[in-house]
């Protein structure tokens, strides 16, 4: 049976915040396999023979995911905010890059909601890695790891993910802007 509020009947409405906006953004980044770098995806450092090529730790979760924040507050891409010729981003944790986009879209009043995010990969497996990814994405978007998704999937043998030759993300986040008093 449905209730006035259009939800069954005895159940609660949904609480709303006070917002004036929300927007959506989606991300995506892709690296090349390198050997001799350390393979560092959502901020875990995973043990894995190759790493991932880049001007920074080359962290395509955490790029796709700011790339995701960036586009939902209208700002653009990483590469323009942090261009992979400048030597202030040369071997960079990607955490610090995503903390400064989180900031960024902050001093517009956006605030981070939620993220949903999908490794590439056919190795190394996320899944036992994917709860510290969650919390290490959740303190760089100053939200609970409740509010953060992080699954996986393999190409089944297809492209250049499916080859082997490197690791995609893609990712998609919910920005807020709150109503001003």
């Not at 009947?9 to 004036?20: H, I, N, Q, Y």
């Amino acid at each position: 049976m449905v209730g006035r509020a259009g939800g069954r009947s005895g159940a609660r409405p949904l609480e709303r915040k006070a917002v004036s906006e929300r927007r959506v953004g989606i991300g995506f980044d892709a690296h090349r396999f390198a050997d001799g770098q350390p393979l560092v995806l959502g901020g875990v450092r995973l043990d894995h023979p190759r790493g991932l090529e880049g001007w920074s730790d080359a962290d395509a979760l955490l790029h796709a995911i700011a790339d995701a924040i960036l586009g939902a507050a209208a700002l653009g891409d990483i590469g323009g905010h942090f261009p992979p010729d400048d030597p202030a981003w040369r071997d960079a944790d990607s955490r610090k890059i995503l903390e400064a986009v989180v900031a960024l879209v902050a001093r517009d009043g956006w605030s981070v909601e939620n993220v949903d995010a999908t490794v590439l990969a056919e190795a190394p497996r996320i899944a036992p890695h994917a709860e510290a990814m969650r919390a290490a994405i959740a303190a760089a978007c100053s939200i609970e790891p409740g509010r953060v998704s992080v699954k996986a999937t393999t190409m089944e043998g297809m492209g250049f993910v499916g080859r082997e030759e490197g690791i995609a993300a893609m990712a998609v986040a919910l920005l807020t802007r709150r109503k001003s008093a």
